[in-house]
Every structure is written in C-alpha cells, then in structure tokens.
C-alpha cells in the first residue's frame, strides 16, 4: 500500500505556498508605496466624498425641501439607500459568523474585506435617517436615556426606532468582530515594521506574543462574537422590514417581508463581496488566496438567495390576486404596470433572470461574467428598494393626492456621495491593513504539510498515487 494522499477540503490557492511567502504576499500591500491604480481610485472616491460632504451641507443649510419630496411621497431616495447600504453591509457577518461556527475553509480568503465592508456599508447606511432628520443636531432624540424632557419621550412601539437599536448591536458585534481577527495579523505586520509604524501596530495588536494562552483566548472570543452575530444577521433586516410591513399600506402590509429582505440583503451583500474582491484580487495580485473556488461558492449563494428572492416576487404577485383585495391588487398592478414600471422591469431582469446563469459551472468561475453580474445584482437590488418605497407611496387611496417622484441633485450627490466615502474607507483599509486574514489561513497549513496546495496538485497527487496501488 502506497502512502495516502489527505484530500484537500476547500483549497485556497493554486500552488504552494509557504509560510513566509503567504506572510510577503498579504503584508506587502501595507508596506510598499501605493500603485497607480490605488491612487486614482482613491482620488475618484475622495472626490466623491467631498461632493457628499457638499451635499450634506446643502441640504442641512437649505432645508430639506432641496429633496423632491412631497406629502405624498415622504420617503426617496434616502430611505431607499439606507436600505440598500444596510443589505450591503449583512454578507460580512453572514461570511464570518456563520461560516465559521460552521467550520467552512473557504471563507478564510474573503472573510476579512466581507468584514471590512460591512462596517463601512453601515457607516454609510446610518448616514441617512440622520440627514433625513433636517435638524442633526437632535439626532439624540432617538435614544432612550434619562432625561429631563418630561414627556418627551422616543416611541417604542415605533420600528423606527427598533432600527436604532438593531442597526447600532449590529454594527457593534461586527467591530469587535472585525478587530478581533485582525489582532493577530497586526502582531505579524509589528514585527515586520519599524520605527513609528511599530510602535503604532504594538499599539493595535494589543502586545499580542502568540502564546497559547493568547491563541486560547481568541478563538474562544471569536467563537463567542460569532455565536452572537449570528441571530443578528437575521433580526436586522428582519426589522428593516417592519419600516414597512407594520404599516397600513397595500404593498407593504405583508408577512412575507421579514425573510424576504434577509434573503434580499444576503443576496446584495455576497454581490459587493464579490466586487470588492474581484478588483482587489487583480489591484493587490491576491489571485493564490482569492482563488475561483471562493468565487464560485459565492456565486452559489448568490444563485440560492437570487432564486429565493425571485420565489418572493412571485409570491407577492400570487398573494396581491387571490386575496381579492382590490387595494391590494392595484398596488402591484401599479408596480408592474404603473409609470414606474421600468424601475419594475430592471429589477426583476437583475436579480431573477440573470443570476439563473450561474446554473453553469463554466459560467460560475468566470471572473469576467461574475465582476458583470456582481453590478448587475447590485443594481437590480437598488432598483427592488426603490419600488417598493417609491411606487408603493406614490399612488395611494386618493387619486387627487398621486405624484410622481424624481430626485433631485442633491439626492443623487447624497447617493453618489456614500459610494465616495465606501470606498474611501475600504481603499484606506487596503493600505493599513491584511486584506486576507494571514493567521486564518496559515492555521489550515495542517491540512497540506508544509504547503498550500491547490485543487490540480491535489487531484494530481491523487492520481499518481491511484496509479502507484494500479501497478
């Protein structure tokens, strides 16, 4: 009998790699000067961001009558992007929590900037019920505390403000989370760095040794922050959705809503994942630890919730014509056939059809086809918020009180604006910090001896010791 070969479950790059050249290959992004590519998507990005600082300014110096809003349309744009940026940042939770207390490998290469995402989509996404407000000086409004305002008092029964308290637990978690597997990583980069830079990374690594007691001690957090992030990538979308199913509104009156938008926002999150790590797998030359198996389990995912979504639609539309509520069923007729009906259209070719093509094996490990799809799911899922805010509100029981809605500049500047500060974060991120998680995938060294190896190295040793037990 030959010597066995261990399969390979999950493997996470393409030849082998030691320990040093994983270590060079992920901390040399932070260390070398900045490429040109860097450079010019930074100044997009910080041009943009400047341009939402602009706009934010505007309207809280102007009023919000600088929006197109009306009575009868209370909510634009900006709900419809604080929804959308919420669904964003839900796949870096899902990735790292769930994935790991369900010990799945392959989120080792994308978990870290999937984390990373999710803190700055929620940044970005709190921006807009605060510019919404007009007055942001009394933003503390919204929080219950002792106070001297008598029977002023925040309104509990309001989902408004269940958001406050699910969105900020949210974001809380995935920080401890994010930083938690980052304290290792800038142990390896302290001892790399010299000078200020040393000093600054010692600060953040919180004099990490690399004992046992500290290995010990991490993953237990890890396990801990994961077992509680868990339930919150289903409770905040889950009340996300109460915004609107606890309303009176034909359209938003539905039961559907709290599992459909999970399943939405898991669906736009794994989207921008893919973005992200598509342009920077090709930016920072990631492609041993980016490998096409972690995009094509991604892709899968992204077939599973798109095709759940797409069951959703198709439930609403069912429910709308056998309840028989003529109020009901004109809501949708509206939606698919009202003078929205393009915004309609866009989402149910974005995020219905389009993903079926990943049916195809070929199709799903295809960088080009899946960076495409990855804008098209993205845009399909902005098209989905903005029907159901916009087409549902713009046409309601009083045919006297109908409007139609268009934004104005400075709500585009808004929208536009975030992206700006989105990728400003992630572009800073990428410069001063792993973007892969360094010690995550060392620690599944194990598995392979002393090296990395790839999905054909393992088939080929595979094969040639089949052959060697043949003769």
């Known amino acids: 009998m030959s010597a066995s070969v261990s399969p390979i479950r999950e493997p996470l790059v393409t030849g082998g790699k030691t320990y040093h050249d994983i270590t060079e290959d992920i901390c040399s992004p932070t260390e070398r000067t900045p490429s040109t590519a860097w450079v010019l998507a930074f100044i997009v990005s910080v041009t943009g961001l400047a341009f939402y600082v602009f706009c934010v300014a505007w309207t809280v110096w102007n009023g919000i009558g600088t929006w197109n809003l009306n009575r009868t349309i209370g909510w634009g744009w900006d709900i419809t992007n604080f929804v ?32 990373a995402m999710t803190i700055f989509a929620v940044i970005c996404a709190g921006q807009f019920p605060l510019i919404h407000m007009g007055r942001l000086w009394l933003a503390f409004f919204i929080f219950p505390y002792p106070n001297t305002r008598g029977p002023l008092w925040v309104n509990f029964n309001s989902p408004l403000l269940w958001d406050v308290f699910a969105i900020s637990t949210y974001f809380t978690v995935s920080l401890l989370f994010w930083y938690t597997g980052l304290v290792p990583d800038f142990a390896t980069v302290r001892d790399r760095a010299k000078g200020i830079r040393r000093r600054v990374y010692n600060f953040l690594a919180f004099g990490w040794t690399g004992s046992a007691k500290h290995w010990q001690r991490w993953e237990s957090l890890s396990l801990i922050l994961a077992g509680l992030a868990t339930p919150l990538v289903l409770s905040v979308h889950t009340i996300v959705s109460f915004d609107f199913a606890t309303s009176v509104i034909p359209g938003w009156h539905t039961t559907i809503f709290p599992p459909y938008f999970v399943a939405g926002a898991i669906f736009s999150g794994f989207a921008m994942v893919q973005t992200l790590m598509l342009i920077t ?23 599973a919730t798109g095709t759940i979504v797409g069951v959703a639609y198709l439930t609403e539309l069912f429910i709308a014509w056998y309840s028989g509520y003529i109020y ?20 149910m070719s974005c995020n219905v059809l389009s993903p079926q093509i990943f049916w195809w094996r070929k199709l799903r490990r295809s960088v080009l086809v899946t960076f495409v799809m990855s804008i098209f799911v993205n845009i399909g899922m902005w098209f989905e918020r903005f029907v159901i805010i916009a087409t549902t509100l713009a046409r309601d029981y009083l045919p006297s009180s109908w409007s139609y809605y268009t934004p104005t500049w400075v709500e585009i500047g808004l929208f536009i604006g975030t992206i700006g500060l989105f990728f400003t974060c992630f572009l800073i991120f990428t410069r001063v910090a792993p973007v892969v998680a360094i010690a995550e995938i060392k620690s599944i060294l194990k598995d392979a001896g002393d090296q990395y190896v790839g999905p054909e190295v393992a088939r080929k040793k595979a094969e040639s010791a089949t052959a060697t037990d043949t003769h």
């Open 328 to 347: 009901e069923q004109f809501a949708f007729y509206n939606r698919v056939l009202g003078p929205y009906y393009w915004s309609y259209i866009g989402m």
């Open 84 to 115: 959308w940026w919420v669904g964003i940042g839900h796949a870096g939770t899902l990735i790292s929590a769930i994935l790991l207390l369900f010990r799945q490998k392959w989120r080792t290469g994308v978990n870290r900037a999937a984390e």
């Open 281 to 303: 797998r090709k930016v920072l030359n990631l492609q041993d630890y980016i490998t096409l198996e972690h995009i094509e389990s991604m892709n899968k995912v992204i077939l």
